[in-house]
């Protein structure tokens, strides 16, 4: 039966792939959130546009002040909300320029204790041919000496 590779730091090795994927999900979450709030950046962008074409089609004719004041306000307020959301967008442009630091770095050590598996492996595989070729002599050696002492009988 041929001996199997066992890397001495395997379990080190499988803690640091999940903190990999671990920092991957966090990063993802991050991007996820961006995107959310980028779209409603977009939509509230979108929405203030159209209550300003709203308001100067108002402003035709007879003028409605309560409907002017209304679109005001909800322009008022959806700026307001739109702030809010630039503020997060910062703050949470921050996290992620952090989560892609700590993913690099994850994935670094994980990359680290790969390249010294590999290395240990292919001692391991070097050394599991000196054996084989050892004992292959050995066994050469043997027949040899049982032909010798065969033929001298």
Aim: proline content about 1%; hydrophobic content about 40%.
């Amino acid at each position: 039966m041929m001996p199997r590779f066992k890397f001495r730091f395997s379990s080190l090795l499988k803690h640091r792939r999940r903190i990999e994927q671990d920092r991957r999900r966090q990063l993802a979450g991050h991007l996820r959130t961006q995107m959310i709030l980028r779209n409603q950046l977009r939509t509230m962008q979108q929405s203030i546009t159209a209550s300003k074409q709203e308001a100067a089609d108002l402003l035709v004719g007879k003028v409605d002040v309560d409907a002017i004041s209304r679109m005001g306000a909800y322009a008022s307020h959806t700026q307001l909300r739109g702030q809010r959301i630039v503020m997060k967008l910062a703050s949470l442009e921050r996290d992620i320029h952090q989560s892609r630091a700590n993913l690099l770095d994850a994935t670094r050590q994980r990359k680290a204790l790969e390249l010294l598996r590999q290395k240990h492996f292919e001692a391991w595989k070097t050394e599991q041919q000196r054996k084989e070729m050892r004992e292959l002599d050995d066994l050469a050696n043997s027949a040899y000496v049982r032909r010798m002492i065969g033929g001298a009988v």
